[in-house]
T-cell receptor, first 113, second 109 residues
Framework: DTAVSQTPKYLVTQMGNDKSIKCEQNLGHDTMYWYKQDSKKFLKIMFSYNNKELIINETVPNRFSPKSPDKAHLNLHINSLELGDSAVYFC????????????FGEGSRLTVL | DAKTTQPNSMESNEEEPVHLPCNHSTISGTDYIHWYRQLPSQGPEYVIHGLTSNVNNRMASLAIAEDRKSSTLILHRATLRDAAVYYCIHGGSQGNLIFGKGTKLSVKP
């Protein structure tokens, strides 16, 4: 059983489309995150949710909207996709948001044409 | 921003110990020091973390300087599967870990 699972693993789409990436964790953790890793391999946090409440929202365009239906799921919806959104998106979770031991998913590679 | 300084790359021979250094001169008194690694085409993987004392686990050891401005991740016997990018991070609040460029470790057979 994968602890943090993301779907889809690969996503190729056209500019202007709307797409979603789903994330589920079966670890019983309270906190979930979305990270973005760009072509230069920098890994940056986008959002953090604790028990379905938004905790961290870094400087991310409002075209990106996280949705947490329950504490085991944190989905990422992206509107009006742009070329610069091409990246690998990683979902993660942690039990204790303060000490920050994170469990990452395998990533979802988004390519915008 | 929490910032760390690591060498861009290091090389090791298989079966030999590896010492990966990290400087974190801006660390605050309550920040933990975390190490993660990222194997090719995978998500980052937790390695170890500590606050003040040296730490050991099945993967590695973490040696923390007395002033906490630097630390060293020690892989006791490198294997080919240890080839990865190793990230040293000192943690902000609520798990907001800021990943830097990391050190790309190559392991030669």
């Amino acid at each position: 059983d994968t602890a943090v699972s993301q779907t889809p693993k690969y996503l190729v789409t056209q500019m202007g489309n709307d797409k979603s990436i789903k994330c589920e964790q079966n670890l019983g953790h309270d906190t979930m995150y979305w990270y973005k890793q760009d072509s230069k391999k920098f890994l940056k946090i986008m959002f953090s949710y604790n028990n379905k409440e938004l905790i961290i929202n870094e400087t991310v365009p409002n075209r990106f909207s996280p949705k947490s239906p329950d504490k085991a799921h944190l989905n990422l919806h992206i509107n009006s996709l742009e070329l610069g959104d091409s990246a690998v998106y990683f979902c993660a979770s942690s039990q204790d948001g303060s000490t920050g031991e994170l469990f990452f998913g395998e990533g979802s590679r988004l390519t915008v044409l | 921003d929490a910032k760390t300084t690591q060498p861009n790359s290091m090389e090791s021979n298989e079966e030999e110990p590896v010492h990966l250094p990290c400087n974190h001169s801006t660390i605050s008194g309550t920040d933990y020091i975390h190490w993660y690694r990222q194997l090719p085409s995978q998500g980052p993987e937790y390695v170890i973390h500590g606050l003040t004392s040296n730490v050991n686990n099945r993967m590695a050891s973490l040696a923390i300087a007395e002033d906490r401005k630097s630390s060293t991740l020690i892989l006791h016997r490198a294997t080919l599967r240890d080839a990865a990018v190793y990230y040293c991070i000192h943690g902000g609040s609520q798990g907001n870990l800021i990943f830097g460029k990391g050190t790309k470790l190559s392991v030669k057979p």
